[in-house]
């Protein structure tokens, strides 16, 4: 029985519902004038649910897949203007006692090198990340009670946000590790973790049964309900994903909608990102061996559907994916990315781990930070290191109500501009800064609000003089 309020797994992701959805898309594919009631009902900016959604994604007709992407587009622009949040992830550990087949951290993989930070290296890789510029985090870690028990995922977070490197700080740690209890999410929220994220991975049971054969997350609702238990515990940003290539990426799309769509119905507050990861190629796993995998073309259609379903949530694409692929799918509604990742354990401090085969996967843009924030900026895109919302309290449902109204974007953009500024001055080479300045003195004057336009100008100036951490 499907129920978008109930708090059990296979009621708000309900299999049949999925079914029954994507029986009615493939029934109504064709039909224009649902379609573009659809598309209407999208440009009105009321969001879409998994129905609606699944009847675009089915629609094979080129005009109106082209009008998809263009409203994907002034969406975008609408709720984010042209920011890009940057973020790094870093690897704490790949200890692991899950059998996740499609991750080489799997337990039985032991030809990968085995490796969990001490504090002193966990130092090590954050200062190589404050020299990059980055100020925003994704921990990662894998399962495993006594090598990464709570305490050390907490101790780490102590220790990434009590290091001050010349003017480098880490100002928002994100977390992604595996699902865990009500009391082990209060404890995040009292370190004061930004965005717990969590992949689903697939939301078709039996299949995630059997692409996590062994380990507690075998335990399909004990993993789905998670966010729930988040939410519970104080945690009001909450990340999805699912890793398209799995299963088949209908399916996964009307179950990540529902997901979103459950979390609005019993907390009031949808989530605050999805992400988009693909299978990819890494120690131990092909991905040819999932016969799912999606193409470019696909790929590009669900960050647009995703984008027009859902437009008060971030969307976030790594490096997984090429620089040609990231190109093409930033204008359809991604609002952050990762850049210069390193995906081994260490691989910040110490370049040659990556190549001792400690890696979660294969990384596709392997650019350095600073051509990422170059190529953005000749994109056309305004690179943010922005960490405001979370230390002004704007989390949950008062970001929601923010974003929804569209009034976001008048603290990201001046917020962009002031953490651009700060990279610039204390990280990027000659031509980024050269750059750089010349669109901070651009979007400036693009500020609206006098008030808001005169201490934006004032703080700019201030970070010539060497002030920094300002925010609205
Ligand atoms: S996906 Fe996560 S839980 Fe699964 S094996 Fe990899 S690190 Fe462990
Ligand atoms: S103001 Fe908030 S939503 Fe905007 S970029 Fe900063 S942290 Fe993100």
Redesign the pocket.
């Known amino acids: 029985m499907y129920d978008a309020a109930s708090l059990k797994a296979e009621e708000f992701i309900s299999d049949e519902e999925i079914k029954e959805t994507l029986s009615f898309a493939d029934a109504n594919k064709e039909n224009t004038a649902l379609i573009d009631k659809i598309l209407e009902k999208a440009r009105q900016r009321k969001g879409l649910d998994h129905r609606e959604a699944s009847v675009l994604l089915a629609c094979e007709i080129p005009e109106k897949i082209q009008e998809m992407f263009a409203l994907a587009e002034q969406i975008k622009k609408d709720y ?1 203007g042209n ?1 890009i ?1 940057l973020f790094a992830p870093l690897y704490l550990s790949n200890y692991c006692v899950n059998g996740c087949v499609y991750c080489p951290y799997h337990l039985k993989n032991k030809h990968i090198a085995r490796k969990k930070l001490t504090q002193e290296e966990i130092r090590k890789e954050v200062t190589a990340l404050q020299d990059m510029g980055h100020k925003r985090l994704a921990i990662e870690a894998g399962e495993d009670p006594v090598n990464n028990p709570i305490e050390y995922i907490l101790e780490s977070i102590r220790t990434i946000y009590s290091i001050k490197h010349k003017n480098g700080a880490i100002r ?1 740690v994100n977390v992604n590790i595996a699902a865990t209890t009500v009391e082990n999410y209060r404890k995040l929220k009292e370190a004061e973790i930004g965005t717990y994220i969590l992949f689903q991975e697939t939301y078709h049971k039996e299949s995630y049964e059997k692409l996590h054969p062994t380990g507690p997350k075998h335990d399909y609702a004990y993993h789905t309900e998670a966010m729930d238990r988040a939410m519970e515990g104080g945690i009001d940003d909450v990340g999805l994903g699912v890793l398209f290539g799995l299963e088949m990426y209908r399916y996964e799309f009307a179950g990540l909608l529902m997901h979103a769509e459950h979390l609005e119905a019993v907390h009031g507050v949808g989530p605050h990102t999805i992400s988009v990861p693909r299978v990819k190629r890494a120690d131990d796993i092909d991905p040819s061996a999932f016969d799912n995998g999606i193409s470019d073309d696909i790929f590009a259609k669900i960050c647009a559907l995703i984008r027009i379903s859902v437009p008060y949530t ?1 969307m976030i694409i790594s490096t997984r994916e090429s620089q040609a692929v990231r190109e093409r799918v930033l204008p359809l509604g991604v ?2 990315i990762s850049g210069a990742s390193r995906t081994s354990v260490g691989g910040y401090a110490d370049e040659e781990d990556e190549e001792v085969t400690s890696a979660q996967f294969d990384v596709s843009d392997r650019r350095s930070l600073d051509e990422v924030v170059n190529w953005l900026m000749k994109l056309g895109y305004l690179p ?1 290191f ?7 309290g ?1 989390t949950g449902d008062r ?1 929601m109500s923010l ?1 929804k109204n569209m009034q ?2 008048n ?2 953009h001046p ?2 501009l002031m953490t651009l500024k700060e990279y610039l001055e204390d990280y990027a080479n000659e031509e980024t800064r050269k750059i750089g300045m010349e669109l901070i003195e651009r979007e400036l004057e693009k500020i609206p609000n006098p008030k808001v336009k005169k201490t934006a100008y004032e703080h700019i100036h201030d970070i010539s003089e060497g002030r920094r951490d300002f ?2």
């Open positions: 984010y920011r949040v928002r971030g609002s952050q943010s922005c960490t405001a919302c979370y230390r002004e704007r970001f974003c976001i974007l603290c990201c917020n962009a925010r609205f």
